[in-house]
């Protein structure tokens, strides 16, 4: 079962993403600007290769959120996702696709050094309150044995 029509709208609304990964036993997080890839459940990422993130390898786990608030803060739509991590560059299945997707939405991303990564998904909860009104819908991937 494809991903609900929700999600999807609401991933290629926002354009910001919180991810988190462990490193050495200790937690990190950092925020990155990402796109949508078409026809896969995933995210692409841009990272300079000073970043600590930058050394992540294939099939780390990674796990985070993309949320957005209204002004009063009463009305909000957000995503908590679980995934793998894949090295674009390393995963042929993911690459082309992955590359178009982030340079179609941040060309200007093309004269800034740096190392493209994706995030296929595992699984998502999205939470929507709208005039008090919550609504959840949960999605779950397939297994990823393909990243590793």
């Not at 296929?120 to 779950?140: A, D, P, S």
Request: contains cysteine; aromatic residues 10%; positive net charge.
């Amino acid at each position: 079962m494809g991903m609900q029509r929700e999600i999807r709208e609401f991933l290629c609304e926002c354009k910001v993403a919180t991810i988190c990964y462990v490193k050495d036993g200790l937690p990190y997080c950092f925020n990155c600007l990402y796109a949508v890839i078409p026809e896969m459940d995933g995210i692409v990422f841009k990272s300079s290769k000073s970043s600590l993130h930058s050394r992540m390898h294939n099939g780390a786990p990674v796990s985070g959120t993309i949320y957005q608030a209204s002004k009063s803060g009463y009305d909000n739509t957000g995503i908590q996702l679980g995934g793998k991590l894949a090295v674009v560059g390393e995963m042929p299945d993911i690459d082309e696709a992955a590359e178009k997707a982030y340079y179609r939405r941040f060309p200007i991303a093309l004269t800034i050094p740096g190392k493209l990564f994706s995030i296929m998904f595992r699984t998502i909860k999205y939470t929507q309150t709208r005039n008090g009104i919550r609504h959840k819908l949960e999605w779950e991937g397939l297994e990823l044995d393909v990243i590793r």
